[in-house]
């Protein structure tokens, strides 16, 4: 191995902080790492960083504290019917309060989903129409009877016999929130 030397305009075996050596080897030159780099250092631990012993028990616990709902979050509900007391609350589309609980039925299909309201005496379809937050969204069209139509429900599943739905219309400043179970 040669060194450079002096002469010939070389400023010697340091320049800009790179050690340069030149190596005969079939005519090619090796330049060697940096003399200021260190070699690359060895990881702390072989598990990858997301299988960490304390980051999985903290993602465990965080679950179990959360409930099943995290983990059927973005899911459609199961087919069947489902229900409970809805509570509304707010003012209406005519401004008077609406504080007041119902029942309300909600039946998931394939085929096409209702809403029924029994002590309102009214009910109609769901449209799904996407999700939003893992939540699933039906737009409600009220088919018989008169009801306020033009809810937006959103219904998350918290269990395969449980959902939560919640409800805004638009024009309207009130909300209401429903866990309903089959």
Avoid at 40 to 51: G, V
């Amino acid at each position: 191995m040669d060194l450079p030397s002096k002469k010939g305009g070389d400023e010697g075996p340091e320049r800009h902080g790179f050690l340069h050596a030149t190596c005969k080897l079939d005519n090619a030159v090796i330049l060697p790492r940096p003399s200021h780099s260190r070699p690359p250092s060895t990881p702390r631990s072989t598990f990858p960083a997301m299988l960490r012993p304390g980051l999985v028990a903290a993602v465990l616990i965080a679950s179990v504290m959360l409930g099943a709902g995290l983990a059927l979050a973005g899911q459609k509900p199961a087919s069947g019917q489902y229900s409970g007391t809805a509570q509304q609350r707010g003012t209406g589309s005519r401004r008077q309060s609406v504080d007041r609980d119902y029942r309300v039925r909600m039946r998931f299909s394939s085929s096409g989903s209702t809403v029924t309201y029994p002590s309102l005496v009214c009910g109609g379809v769901l449209r799904p129409v996407g999700f939003s937050g893992g939540r699933r969204v039906y737009r409600e069209a009220i088919t018989y009877r008169h009801c306020d139509s033009g809810r937006t429900w959103k219904v998350l599943v918290s269990s395969s016999r449980r959902v939560q739905a919640t409800s805004t219309r638009g024009g309207a400043d009130d909300s209401v929130s429903a866990v309903l179970t089959r």
